[in-house]
């Protein structure tokens, strides 16, 4: 099938309430681009874009633009049957922008498994399309914390990311409120985003681990291109260290291998560029013996469901973080991923499963 048109769908969606992290700050909407991709039998594949400015350096301007611009020029008039060479257009097209690059790599993905008339995680060897994810608890103040954690435990939820990174003394605070609060049986996972120092980190970690928290791991604790100082905290704790803002790309992922910088690889396939990127990361990690995390951020149904597909599709993806829809005030997308509490279920539909984009905005 001929690919005749890239069309982008802008939309500002507003939050179920204000999402708070170091390196975000505080925002109550996303901003979200999707990439529909025109065939020559009039159907459409969808791919979605997300701009993190702090980690991939791309604002919803510059995605819209590389969208419209050589993005655009690689995938129109080429055969979605061609895949790979497809996508090697649009690795080529243009330096960086991964978050760009996954909204036509994500439409490409959903256009071949349309063509084979299968799921995408099937297509992508996937025997079966439920799983777990955790759920983030926005930064706030140590009873905040406590409070929503105990409702998102009653909602069902047995995993928590707890967003942490500030002065090390308030952030443990938060933790012990959270780990009262909840009690002994749920798991905490901590992400500084790069909010604290090598030597803030272990104090942060050791001090947790002292008291008796029982953190199941910590992502990224100090600055991205910090590698020495993510092996130095690797070494000194007991927890497991994640490696998330480090790794953008299967070459990042060698770097941290090759440092032993972190137990764990954190993949979202919008900052790799795709679901490509990601699936090559993940070999690495399995090479390596390590194992991944697969993430997200303020994502509709579109990304969410792709980067499902790989958990289902890739055994060495053993922690889920995939909430992002459970965020939104309302989704501007028809179809795709369903919740039941913590359970997440991809669709038996072609492709991602995905009819459609709302025609307005919202908010």
């Given at each position: 099938?001929?690919?005749?048109?890239?069309?982008?769908?802008?939309?500002?969606?507003?939050?179920?309430?204000?999402?708070?992290?170091?390196?975000?700050?505080?925002?109550?909407?996303?901003?979200?681009?999707?990439?529909?991709?025109?065939?020559?039998?009039?159907?459409?594949?969808?791919?979605?874009?997300?701009?993190?400015?702090?980690?991939?350096?791309?604002?919803?301007?510059?995605?819209?633009?590389?969208?419209?611009?050589?993005?655009?020029?690689?995938?129109?008039?080429?055969?979605?049957?061609?895949?790979?060479?497809?996508?090697?257009?649009?690795?080529?097209?243009?330096?960086?922008?991964?978050?760009?690059?996954?909204?036509?790599?994500?439409?490409?993905?959903?256009?071949?498994?349309?063509g084979l008339g299968t799921p995408?995680?099937?297509?992508?060897?996937?025997?079966?399309?439920?799983?777990?994810?955790?759920?983030?608890?926005?930064?706030?103040?140590?009873?905040?914390?406590?409070?929503?954690a105990t409702e998102l435990v009653?909602?069902?939820?047995?995993?928590?990311?707890?967003?942490?990174?500030?002065?090390?003394?308030?952030?443990?605070?938060?933790?012990?409120?959270?780990?009262?609060?909840?009690?002994?049986?749920?798991?905490?996972?901590?992400?500084?985003?790069?909010?604290?120092?090598?030597?803030?980190?272990?104090?942060?970690?050791?001090?947790?681990?002292?008291?008796?928290?029982?953190?199941?791991?910590?992502?990224?604790?100090?600055?991205?291109?910090?590698?020495?100082?993510?092996?130095?905290?690797?070494?000194?704790?007991?927890?497991?260290?994640?490696?998330?803002?480090?790794?953008?790309?299967?070459?990042?992922?060698?770097?941290?291998?090759?440092?032993?910088?972190?137990?764990?690889?954190?993949?979202?396939?919008?900052?790799?560029?795709?679901?490509?990127?990601?699936?090559?990361?993940?070999?690495?990690?399995?090479?390596?013996?390590?194992?991944?995390?697969?993430?997200?951020?303020?994502?509709?149904?579109?990304?969410?469901?792709?980067?499902?597909?790989?958990?289902?599709?890739?055994?060495?993806?053993?922690?889920?973080?995939?909430?992002?829809?459970?965020?939104?005030?309302?989704?501007?997308?028809?179809?795709?991923?369903?919740?039941?509490?913590?359970?997440?279920?991809?669709?038996?539909?072609?492709?991602?499963?995905?009819?459609?984009?709302?025609?307005?905005?919202?908010g």
């Open positions: 099938m001929r690919i005749t048109d890239l069309v982008v769908h802008h939309r500002q969606v507003p939050l179920r309430m204000p999402y708070s992290s170091v390196i975000r700050g505080t925002v109550d909407e996303a901003h979200v681009t999707l990439v529909e991709l025109v065939l020559e039998d009039g159907s459409s594949a969808w791919g979605e874009a997300v701009s993190m400015p702090a980690v991939t350096g791309e604002t919803p301007g510059s995605v819209v633009a590389a969208l419209n611009g050589p993005l655009r020029a690689a995938v129109v008039g080429r055969r979605t049957e061609n895949l790979e060479e497809t996508c090697d257009r649009v690795e080529r097209s243009i330096l960086g922008n991964g978050g760009a690059k996954a909204g036509v790599e994500i439409a490409l993905h959903d256009a071949f498994a349309r995408l995680y099937r297509a992508l060897g996937g025997g079966h399309g439920t799983m777990e994810t955790s759920i983030t608890v926005g930064l706030g103040t140590p009873d905040e914390m406590a409070l929503r009653k909602d069902g939820f047995t995993a928590l990311k707890l967003k942490v990174g500030h002065a090390i003394a308030h952030d443990v605070r938060r933790v012990e409120a959270v780990r009262e609060a909840v009690g002994p049986d749920i798991r905490l996972r901590l992400d500084a985003n790069q909010g604290w120092s090598a030597k803030e980190s272990v104090r942060a970690v050791q001090l947790l681990e002292d008291r008796g928290a029982d953190i199941e791991l910590i992502e990224q604790p100090v600055a991205a291109r910090d590698l020495r100082g993510l092996r130095f905290v690797r070494e000194r704790v007991a927890t497991p260290v994640v490696a998330d803002e480090s790794v953008l790309t299967p070459q990042d992922a060698l770097e941290v291998v090759r440092q032993e910088a972190a137990d764990i690889l954190s993949i979202k396939v919008q900052k790799s560029g795709g679901v490509r990127g990601v699936l090559r990361i993940i070999s690495i990690a399995e090479a390596a013996g390590l194992t991944c995390m697969i993430g997200c951020s303020l994502e509709t149904e579109i990304s969410i469901t792709a980067a499902a597909s790989v958990v289902a599709a890739r055994t060495a993806v053993t922690h889920v973080d995939l909430d992002a829809p459970l965020w939104l005030g309302a989704s501007p997308v028809r179809g795709g991923v369903s919740y039941r509490g913590p359970v997440l279920e991809l669709p038996e539909a072609p492709g991602l499963g995905v009819d459609g984009v709302l025609p307005e905005p919202l």
